[in-house]
């Protein structure tokens, strides 16, 4: 037993999720391995399961994107493509045949995105929790505030990826709030 960590392998209730213990996977999104499509792919499906099979309680899939915004993609993966669907549940299967909770993580960039190569400065826009500009190596990138009407359409595409979620398997939902994006940008006075 580990003196520090006494209570690692118990396991843990969290609301009516039961976890064997209490070692979850942060979220990261393996470009490497992503599919063509917007789903996972069995090389990205067969790298989470390992995880799985080595303990873990929860296997976190890092980085479906909420924003349909003209910004630099660093995943095209998609809960909201029914094409993808029997991919996301092979996902799913394969976390709780090792007896971990499946979890998926959304994001929305807000400050965080990124100008694409070629862009013009007419596309170089993207929604945030202000207007400022940002700059990255491709050039200036505007952000405008939300208007009380895009916060709601937000809002509604968050719920329609919880369902997908849920439709597919997943136990967890990961709503990403740090480093930049959306939600953070929400916290600061500025």
Known sequence: MNEFYPHIFEPLIIGRTLFKNRIFMAPMTN????????????????????????????VCFGGCLVS?????????????????????????????????????????????IERRPGMTDEEAVALGASDCVIHNAFGPMKIKAMT???????????????????????????IHGGHGTLFENFLSPN
Not at 36 to 46: L, N, Q, R, V, W
Not at 77 to 105: C, M, Q, Y
Not at 150 to 174: N, Q, S
């Open 31 to 58: 470009h490497l391995l992503q599919n063509e499509g917007t789903s996972p792919g069995d090389a990205y499906i067969k790298n989470r399961a390992m995880v799985a099979k080595n303990g873990a309680a929860c």
């Open 148 to 174: 009380e009407e895009e916060l709601d359409r937000l809002c509604d595409i968050y719920a329609d990826m919880a369902e997908c979620a849920k439709f597919c398997g997943f136990d967890v939902l990961l």
């Open 68 to 112: 349909e915004e003209n910004i630099l993609h660093r995943s095209s993966f998609d809960l909201r493509d029914p094409a993808g669907w029997k991919n996301w549940i092979k996902f799913t299967d394969a976390i709780h045949f090792f007896g971990a909770k499946a979890s998926v993580e959304l994001i929305h960039f807000g400050m965080e």
